[in-house]
């Protein structure tokens, strides 16, 4: 049975939460994505915490932001714990009890078990479907966009399946792209965007209102 068919209708989270969101954050890179969330929690717009943060590298500069932010971290090196590589993310997590997964420019895949299926959450730097797919992340998705000549990009946040960047949608953000912007000019545009759609979509999960109805993901009223 697909995770759709068992969430039809129902919020993919709590109804109603007495505590803040648990948060789980996996990064490979800088980690601001990771600092710019804990930015919203720390300035009461996210009722959330993040009790854990996962790193796929033990070079990622996002270890010592996370540090400097008093976040846990615990590094998972892909390139040690290939074997055994999402059991030993899952492990973190779990020890966390996480109620919401946040991949923030995480670049490995990941394969979670089914308890975890509806409660994690993806940011991709482009409209998805477009520029979307293995291989697309980073400067690369933006190198793209420029050279399909499209006007617009933009970013989505998705929910994770197990198929690279083809889970539900949740916020789109558009932005314009410019004749004579540079890889560096379109990544900061659609950064600033992701800096709003992130937040927001963990916001909705938090208040119960993020739904799937006939296969498609619905932002919903709050529950009374």
Not at 10 to 33: A, D, H, N, Q, Y
Not at 80 to 102: G, K, N, P, Y
Request: aromatic share 8%; proline share 6%.
């Amino acid at each position: 049975m697909d995770f759709r068919d068992s969430l039809q209708g129902k919020p993919l989270t709590m109804e109603s939460s007495v505590r803040p969101l648990r948060l789980g954050i996996l990064f490979s890179g800088g980690g601001r994505t990771l600092e710019n969330i804990e930015e919203r929690i720390r300035s009461g717009s996210l009722p959330a915490r993040i009790v854990v943060s996962v790193s796929s590298s033990a070079k990622a500069g996002g270890i010592e932001r996370a540090r400097r932010l008093g976040i846990p971290c615990k590094v998972v090196d892909f390139s040690v714990h290939s074997w055994t590589f999402s059991e030993d993310v899952t492990q973190a997590l779990d020890e966390a009890q996480v109620d919401l997964v946040c991949l923030a420019g995480f670049l490995k895949l990941y394969s979670f078990p089914p308890r975890y299926e509806g409660r994690i959450l993806n940011i991709h730097p482009s409209l998805l479907p477009a520029f979307g797919g293995k291989g697309f992340y980073g400067d690369r998705v933006h190198e793209a966009v420029l050279k399909s000549g499209a006007q617009f990009s933009g970013c989505t946040v998705h929910v994770v399946t197990a198929r690279y960047d083809e889970g539900p949608l949740v916020i789109q953000r558009v932005v314009p792209v410019h004749p004579k912007d540079s890889v560096h000019d379109l990544a900061a545009r659609v950064f600033g965007e992701e800096c709003i759609a992130y937040p927001e979509a963990i916001r909705i999960f938090a208040e119960g209102r993020l739904r799937i109805l006939d296969g498609k993901p619905r932002v919903c009223e709050p529950m009374t």
